[in-house]
């Protein structure tokens, strides 16, 4: 199938990741991890803000109750949109100062999941978090090299996710209630050459969209059979994340980075690092919330 792809936001960023949809605000957020940088962007008035926040930051979600919850190089943080002020919630990784949080998302619940690795390219150092409304912390998995996509089925009783070095997408029996994940099982296993699965997301249907770092492209998986069923290229190898969007949700939204690219690569993929969009006939699942 071909794709269309559309460029979103064509100021380069090092390693854009993390795109979250506001479905209220009708906002994209998204992160640049070793810049501590938030973006949000109104692709109406295509008036953007950004944030920083002093040190690198690997995913954002919204809360509840305004403004938004972060996992950053030193744990998780409320963020005031407004006035840009951050509150320090809790670091359960304090004690490993070379590991950094990586990607994470919200379940249907209002718990904040997200998962770290070393910036130092150390495997198994990792772990994958849990943070319940109350603010409670739980270590959910561990010996994880790269904590990355993360999403749910449409009916949240099975949870998706992405440890990066495996190149697999392993799936839990998921506990909607309680958050307890179990019974994992690998899913989909991405091929050699075709790059390294990064972050997920998933469509009404039940498919996972997953971005390819180093394969120019975000891919489409049946996770019931691991089948492949569409790709859209991308004009970036680095492709780190999508997210659906837009007024009905069936917008994908693409981040991308030049990071690990040489002179010669950068000069030519212009657009590595930019934010993407395509128009798609399936439709994604909402963003959800902390709290």
């Known amino acids: 199938?071909?794709?269309?792809?559309?460029?979103?936001?064509?100021?380069?960023?090092?390693?854009?990741?993390?795109?979250?949809?506001?479905?209220?605000?009708?906002?994209?957020?998204?992160?640049?991890?070793?810049?501590?940088?938030?973006?949000?962007?109104n692709?109406?008035?295509?008036?953007?803000?950004?944030?920083?926040?002093?040190?690198?930051?690997?995913?954002?979600a919204l809360r509840k109750s305004g403004g938004a919850i972060l996992a950053a190089q030193h744990g998780f943080y409320f963020l005031d949109l407004d006035t840009e002020k951050l509150v320090h919630l809790a670091d359960p990784e304090a004690h490993l100062p070379d590991n950094r949080f990586n990607d994470g998302k919200c379940d249907?619940?209002?718990?904040?999941?997200?998962?770290?690795m070393s910036m130092n390219g150390k495997k198994e150092e990792g772990s994958?978090?849990?943070?319940?409304?109350?603010?409670?912390?739980?270590?959910?998995?561990?010996?994880?090299?790269?904590?990355?996509?993360?999403?749910?089925?449409?009916?949240?009783?099975i949870m998706y996710y992405i440890d990066s070095m495996t190149k697999q997408v392993n799936a839990f029996d998921y506990e909607l209630e309680t958050g307890e994940i179990s019974n994992p099982r690998v899913v989909v296993q991405i091929p050699e050459g075709q790059g390294i699965p990064d972050g997920m997301t998933t469509d009404t249907e039940g498919m996972l969209w997953i971005a390819l770092w180093g394969g120019y492209k975000v891919s489409r998986w049946n996770p019931m059979n691991g089948s492949l069923l569409?790709?859209?290229?991308?004009?970036?190898?680095?492709?780190?994340?999508?997210?659906?969007?837009?007024?009905?949700?069936?917008?994908?939204?693409?981040?991308?980075?030049?990071?690990?690219?040489?002179?010669?690569?950068?000069?030519?993929?212009?657009?590595?690092?930019?934010?993407?969009?395509?128009?798609?006939?399936?439709?994604?699942?909402?963003?959800?919330?902390?709290?």
């Not at 249907?108 to 770290?116: H, K, L, P, Q, S």
């Not at 959910?140 to 993360?150: P, Q, R």
């Not at 007024?247 to 690569?265: H, K, P, R, V």
């Not at 798609?280 to 963003?287: N, R, T």
Request: with cysteine.
């Open 230 to 291: 569409d790709e859209i290229k991308v004009p970036a190898a680095q492709v780190t994340s999508c997210v659906f969007g837009g007024e009905t949700l069936d917008q994908l939204f693409i981040t991308s980075a030049w990071q690990g690219l040489n002179q010669q690569q950068k000069l030519e993929q212009p657009y590595a690092g930019a934010i993407f969009s395509v128009q798609l006939k399936v439709k994604g699942m909402p963003f959800h919330k902390f709290g």
């Open 43 to 60: 692709l109406e008035t295509r008036v953007e803000k950004m944030i920083a926040i002093g040190q690198q930051v690997g995913a954002i």
């Open 108 to 116: 249907a619940r209002g718990r904040f999941w997200a998962g770290t």
């Open 1 to 41: 199938m071909t794709h269309n792809l559309k460029i979103v936001h064509s100021q380069i960023a090092e390693l854009a990741e993390g795109p979250c949809w506001d479905v209220d605000g009708k906002l994209l957020y998204w992160v640049d991890i070793p810049a501590g940088k938030i973006h949000i962007l």
């Open 128 to 157: 994958l978090y849990c943070m319940d409304p109350n603010m409670t912390v739980r270590k959910m998995l561990g010996n994880v090299s790269v904590s990355n996509g993360i999403s749910w089925s449409p009916n949240n009783r």
